[in-house]
């Protein structure tokens, strides 16, 4: 027998410094294009993106985009209060936008009562190597300082690991929001299965 579809509603907000591709991230998932150009969001955004998982459950992401400018980050903590999940973008070639992960999860930290899944994408892997500003052991160490479920190396641009950060995020909140998860084990969830097998995919 079929069972019964179940859909559900999460609010997560995108959060990082300017320029790191938050605004493109989204586009790209909800629209399928790459914004090529940098127009910093004025304020906050929202757009949604539906996440099917299994046969019949489907997750409508509402994908809060926050500008990363310093005149726009007081506008995180409303924003961040009832979010099932996190998204922390930093650019892998400029070490300043990694440096503010920290300053981005404490802030959101601070307005959350309990801690929901959050993961960060190292977003413009696409770049020359040469050019990366951070290393994997210093992003494995970021993360678990940072109490992050995971990290994930990212391209918006060649479209390379976004689907499987959303599915695996959508997952996470699921079990979070149902109460399977407690704050430790979204912590160290994805650092044990995804961080171990999968983070040097570049494949989706
Ligand atoms: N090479 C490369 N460039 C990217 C990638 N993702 C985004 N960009 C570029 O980075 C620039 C900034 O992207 P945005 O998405 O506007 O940045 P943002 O984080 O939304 O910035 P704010 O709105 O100011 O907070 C744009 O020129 C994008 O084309 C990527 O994966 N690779
Ligand atoms: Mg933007």
Redesign the pocket.
């Known amino acids: 027998m079929a069972s019964s579809p179940l859909e559900y509603t999460k609010k997560v907000i995108v959060i990082?410094?300017?320029?790191?591709?938050?605004?493109?991230?989204i586009a790209r998932v909800t629209e399928g294009r790459?914004?090529?150009?940098?127009?910093?969001?004025i304020g906050v955004d929202c757009a949604v993106k539906s996440i099917k998982r299994g046969e019949s459950t489907t997750i409508r992401l509402a994908l809060w985009?926050?500008?990363?400018?310093e005149a726009?980050r007081g506008l995180m903590p409303q924003f961040a209060r009832g979010s099932s999940g996190i998204i922390i973008?930093c650019?892998v070639t400029r070490k300043a936008t990694v440096d503010a992960v920290r300053i981005w999860k404490n802030e959101a930290d601070k307005v959350l009562t309990k801690l929901p899944p959050c993961i960060l994408l190292v977003?413009?892997?696409?770049?020359p190597k040469h050019i990366h500003s951070v290393s994997i052991e210093e992003l494995d160490t970021l993360t678990e300082e940072c109490k992050l479920s995971g990290w994930f190396q990212?391209?918006?641009?060649?479209n390379v690991n976004l689907q499987v950060s959303l599915e695996d995020l959508s997952d996470l909140m699921v079990q979070f929001d149902e109460g399977s998860l407690q704050d430790n084990d979204t912590i160290t969830t994805l650092q044990r299965q995804y961080h171990a097998e999968k983070r040097n995919c570049m494949c989706d």
């Open positions: 990082g410094d300017s320029a790191v591709g938050k605004t493109s991230f790459f914004i090529s150009d940098h127009k910093a969001t985009d926050i500008g990363g400018q726009f973008v650019d977003n413009k892997f696409d770049l990212t391209s918006v641009k060649e």
